[in-house]
């Protein structure tokens, strides 16, 4: 509950600083990467999230195990699905957001570790780190589009900083 209220607050406070801080175009543009992001961030695991939690659920012992499966099995679609955001960041989105599809693509290879990493940790009933580390990523979005507003550094900025958050996140992840 305190994830999801959390999670939603910060989300609120992002959306109401940006929309008071960007333009209509950026905002949009913010919106449709955001939303893209959300859409693609299961995808390297296709699916097997609940396999994942399952097998760390009845065998603790080999949660090693399970991740690198995971991170193995999800390793060529993160880097087909970067790569194609990549492509088409650079080829055919409005010349506006090509440097930030360009960072949302690569925001998926710590993702697929992000992913696979909440998944054992719901099988092995450790949820107070993803609650943690979650609120932690969206208090520094907030942090870090406030700080990208007053620089004027704009979409690039905010993906820039999005990017380093998941990198962030990917490592702290790897250290639970």
Do not use: D
């Amino acid at each position: 509950t305190v994830l999801r209220l959390g999670i939603a607050a910060f989300n609120f406070a992002l959306f109401w600083l940006l929309s008071h801080r960007l333009g209509a175009a950026e905002l949009g543009g913010f919106s449709v990467l955001m939303s893209a992001f959300f859409l693609l961030q299961t995808w390297p695991l296709l699916g097997v999230h609940a396999h994942i939690t399952r097998g760390v659920a009845t065998q603790p012992q080999n949660s090693a195990v399970w991740m690198k499966r995971a991170l193995v099995f999800g390793t060529p679609w993160a880097g087909v699905l970067a790569l194609g955001l990549v492509a088409y960041g650079l080829t055919m989105a409005p010349e506006a957001l090509r440097v930030s599809y360009v960072l949302l693509g690569l925001a998926m290879w710590p993702t697929l570790g992000v992913q696979a990493a909440e998944s054992a940790l719901i099988g092995a009933e450790h949820v107070q780190p993803i609650a943690v580390i979650n609120l932690g990523e969206a208090a520094w979005r907030v942090g870090s589009a406030w700080a990208v507003c007053q620089w004027c550094s704009g979409l690039t900025g905010l993906f820039l900083c999005f990017l380093l958050g998941r990198w962030a996140v990917a490592l702290a992840y790897a250290r639970e």
